[in-house]
């Protein structure tokens, strides 16, 4: 499928909290500012929320299964991942959709307009070494999307720019460093 859309605008699966209306207006704020330079996949706009298709009544466990299926063929389907950390702490479903997108070798980069965070130094190193770069305004995210949308195809856009293999280097305590992909605009060689 990847190569039927290599021309087209790169799709960015939008991983975040969903639960309320206050950070779904949030996600769909995300989506408008992208347009035009890549397509937003919301799960709560293509797939649904969980409550609503058992109040629509659906089992639960069949409701589950679902979206956990959509989801998954979404993100795998999609150019990269998008996740938004606002909050003392990061969704767990965000969380894991990150960990999977990273896992499969998915671009990933964060929003967080928030400064509140669980841990004193910021947040946990799962999150900060597989999410890179994190903007903090969603008018930073479209500006990015915008320098992105001057390359010619989807595979130029998104592009891992950074081995995931473990460096040899050292921080100032002597904990070895990790690369993380990081998204960059060059094409890939």
């Not at 990273?102 to 400064?115: F, H, M, N, R, W």
């Amino acid at each position: 499928m990847r190569n039927k859309r290599q021309s087209m605008r790169p799709q960015i699966y939008v991983a975040a909290p969903l639960f309320s209306e206050a950070e779904r207006r949030f996600n769909l704020s995300i989506r408008d500012a992208l347009l035009g330079c890549m397509k937003a996949y919301l799960p709560q706009e293509q797939v649904g929320l969980v409550s609503e298709m058992v109040k629509g009544g659906d089992a639960w466990d069949e409701a589950v299964c679902r979206v956990f299926r959509q989801d998954i063929a979404a993100i795998e389907e999609s150019d990269a991942l998008l996740i938004v950390l606002d909050g003392r702490s990061v969704d767990e479903g965000a969380a894991f959709e990150l960990g999977f997108a990273y896992a499969i070798g998915k671009p990933c980069v964060g929003l967080q307009t928030d400064s509140r965070r669980a841990h004193p130094w910021g947040n946990n190193p799962m999150i900060h070494q597989s999410a890179r770069p994190v903007f903090h305004s969603v008018a930073e995210l479209a500006e990015w999307a915008r320098c992105l949308s001057t390359q010619p195809t989807a595979d130029e856009r998104l592009s891992v720019g950074v081995p995931r293999a473990a460096s040899e280097e050292r921080d100032a305590r002597g904990v070895r460093a990790t690369s993380a992909p990081i998204v960059r605009l060059e094409p890939v060689p």
